[in-house]
């Protein structure tokens, strides 16, 4: 764990600028994301929330901008200070990202073993310890095949905390599941914050589940920070943005249209063509 | 006009960058190789899928290619009472040529589009990046000893293709066509030389072995993760490999047996 | 467990490619000279043995009786000495016999072909066949044919 926790803030995001090809996904995005609870990021599909959890590990480099992360600067780091970063860092992915040739057991275990020299009876301990924290422990001899994805997303859970990181990034975690397996990842993702004391950092656009667990929110699209506040406060906010986001509303500044010509001019032209 | 000079620009560049990569990516796994000293163990798991598990089709193949090499070699020979040279003759093309080529061909087709579509997997299912995020190289765990494997274990089924060829025409030739055993065996030995034939035949299968893992492990590594450019990567390896297989096989021979 | 079948197989398959380098190695190239240990060696100098090459056939009356086992030059007498393997069955050779190179068929490989002589003396281990016939060099039969045949006395060497 780290020493130099003198501010509260763990990641600070500067003037971020990101884009693939022609495409621009972050202009100028700045947000501080506090060192204890969770911090929800959330905004419409596309707009990169993925690529940002990617640009904080440093596995993709910004074009212009500032990542700190308990105060190291993430893309001036040489891989060996980078690695030992993301040694503190657990991230979970959309699709779990299990290695699918290691059993349950070996995948949590794999972290542990990679990057401790703990003893075979002390490791084993410690899984399933992890995994039950998961509710998973009868399921160590399984193989990421013979999970659902609820399942496997509990099982990268439990592989994320293996090293006790500092900071959690979820990616997407309560896509495409049903209601039961999202209660149970949205409790999870409360408790392990709570029991662990860590910065959580949830990447999701599914609204009601990520207000009841996120202490405070931010809201992006087109690249920048849209709205922020805590979830009473964006309740409340009278934003444009806020407003359509929250209540799901069709149209608004996030136009139900993809930009295209006006409609008649574009059937005037079919009829061009014939 | 212009269109179609673009074109060509883009292919070109495309190309060249493509190829750099490769080259920096085939750097960066030789120097991730000398991680498997703490790890045999990955290696010898590789071996497994890499090498184990394309021998049978080697062996097969070997077995049918020596046999064929034999009968045809005779039914040239036999007219000019020279079928007692169907050992060199069959002994020689499988050292020299066949052996090498035909294993790395067959390594392509196996081995190497296995080892795309299974890198290009891990890909697409973000077990390369979990990777990385959990402070773990995947070059070094998950690509240097899935090459290394395809390196060490080519020469071996080159070896083994060439004695079950050998094998195969024994069989034909003496046994089923009733030549002498003596001169099957006594005229190869007078000209198939340790140093100058299956040496350099076991060099090329080495660099073959260099050749077909790199565009294996690099299609995989560097496809777009999705069903469509997985399937391309796998592709593009067989093909790759197959032609750079060729290629190099010409450009050895030329430099090994020129004189 | 499944890593320890997964190492044998993989030390079977290295096994396995260490024994057809052998294999390679030893009966396919010349590393090896033949050696079979039931026989008799016996040898004979050719002024030129053509392609006769070790591990050629020896034969009587078109018989297989043995093996050549080693081809020197000899740098003093100028000839080629051969070393021949007989079946220790055929031990009954006269010291009288004649060996010479011959080729089967027109351009088949060359062997060495045992004539028996008259003595009362079998060859042994160690023994030299004093009569010997060179093999047949195509290109000087065809000279000496072109020779004879010429009114003039051209020499062509």
């Given amino acids: ?274 | 006009m212009f269109a179609l000079l673009q074109k060509l620009g883009h292919f070109i560049i495309t190309f060249f960058q493509r190829l750099g990569r490769g080259h920096v990516f085939l750097l960066q796994v030789f120097a991730s190789c000398g991680s498997l000293l703490v790890r045999p163990g990955l290696l010898v798991k590789q071996m497994y899928s890499v090498g184990v598990q394309t021998l049978i089709i080697v062996v097969v193949a070997g077995l049918f290619v020596g046999m064929v090499l034999a009968l045809q070699s005779y039914y040239a020979l036999v007219d000019f009472g020279a079928e007692d040279s169907v050992g060199v003759m069959v002994a020689l093309s499988l050292v020299r040529e066949l052996g090498p080529v035909v294993t790395a061909l067959l390594f392509a087709g196996r081995a190497g589009s296995a080892l795309t579509a299974e890198i290009g997997l891990m890909k697409a299912t973000e077990q390369l990046s979990g990777m990385e995020m959990m402070a773990v190289n995947p070059l070094q765990r998950v690509i240097a000893p899935r090459f290394l494997a395809g390196v060490i274990s080519m020469p071996m089924l080159g070896i083994i293709f060439c004695a079950v060829g050998i094998i195969g025409a024994y069989f034909v030739a003496v046994i089923l066509l009733g030549l002498d055993y003596g001169s099957f065996w006594s005229q190869a030995q007078a000209k198939v030389d340790l140093y100058h034939d299956i040496y350099n035949g076991i060099l090329k299968s080495f660099v073959f072995g260099v050749i077909a893992s790199w565009i294996a492990v690099f299609e995989g590594y560097d496809c777009i993760p999705t069903s469509e450019g997985l399937g391309q990567a796998t592709t593009r390896t067989v093909v790759h490999s197959s032609l750079a297989v060729l290629f190099l096989d010409f450009v050895l021979t030329a430099i090994m047996f020129s004189k | 467990m499944n890593t320890r079948k997964v190492e044998i197989t993989v030390g079977l398959f290295a096994a396995g490619a260490i024994a057809a380098f052998f294999m390679l190695a030893m009966s396919v190239s010349n590393m090896s000279s033949y050696n079979d240990d039931k026989g008799y060696v016996v040898s004979a100098d050719f002024d030129n043995i053509g392609g006769l090459k070790v591990r050629s056939r020896v034969s009587a009356s078109g018989v297989v009786v043995g093996r050549v086992t080693d081809i020197e030059y000899n740098s003093n007498s100028y000839e080629a000495v051969v070393k021949m393997k007989i079946d220790s069955k055929y031990n009954k050779f006269p010291t009288d016999t004649a060996a010479s190179v011959l080729t089967s068929g027109l351009l088949g490989e060359q062997y060495i072909g045992l004539d028996p002589g008259a003595e009362d003396q079998y060859l042994k281990q160690g023994d030299t066949i004093e009569l010997t016939q060179s093999a047949i060099v195509l290109e000087q039969i065809i000279g000496q044919f072109l020779y004879g045949k010429s009114s003039d006395d051209k020499k062509t060497k």
């Fill in chain 1, 1 to 274: 764990m780290s020493n130099n926790s003198g501010s509260d803030i763990l990641v600070t995001i500067t003037d971020l600028s990101f884009s693939r090809g022609e495409h621009k996904i972050f202009d100028g995005l700045t947000m501080e994301i506090p060192r204890k609870g969770i911090t929800a990021i959330m905004g419409p599909s596309g707009t990169g929330k993925t690529t940002l959890l990617k640009l904080i590990g440093g596995q993709l480099t910004p074009d212009a901008g500032l990542i700190e992360v308990d105060g190291l600067n993430v893309h001036q780091l040489s891989s060996v200070e980078l690695f030992k970063l993301r040694k503190r860092m657990g991230m979970l992915f959309q699709s779990g990202a299990l290695l699918t040739d290691l059993t349950v057991f070996e995948n949590v275990a794999y972290p542990l073993r990679e990057h401790t020299r703990l003893s075979q009876p002390m490791i084993h301990e410690l899984v399933l310890m992890k995994l039950n924290a998961v509710g998973l422990r009868g399921a160590a001899q399984l193989m990421p095949a013979e999970l659902s994805g609820g399942m496997a997303r509990r099982v990268a859970m439990a592989r994320a905390i293996a090293l006790d990181p500092m900071m959690i990034m979820y990616d997407e975690p309560f896509t495409g599941q049903d209601p039961i397996s999202m209660g149970v990842l949205v409790r999870l993702i409360g408790e392990l914050n709570s029991a662990l004391d860590v910065c959580s950092i949830v990447v999701s656009h599914d609204v009601p589940e990520t207000l009841s667990i996120a202490d405070y929110i931010y809201l992006i699209s087109d690249g920048k920070v849209v709205d922020k506040g805590t979830p009473e406060a964006m309740s409340k906010s009278q934003s444009a943005w806020t407003r359509q986001f929250i209540e799901a509303l069709p149209d608004g500044p996030v136009p139900f249209h993809y930009p295209a010509p006006p409609l008649m001019d574009d059937l005037y032209q079919m009829k061009g063509l014939e």
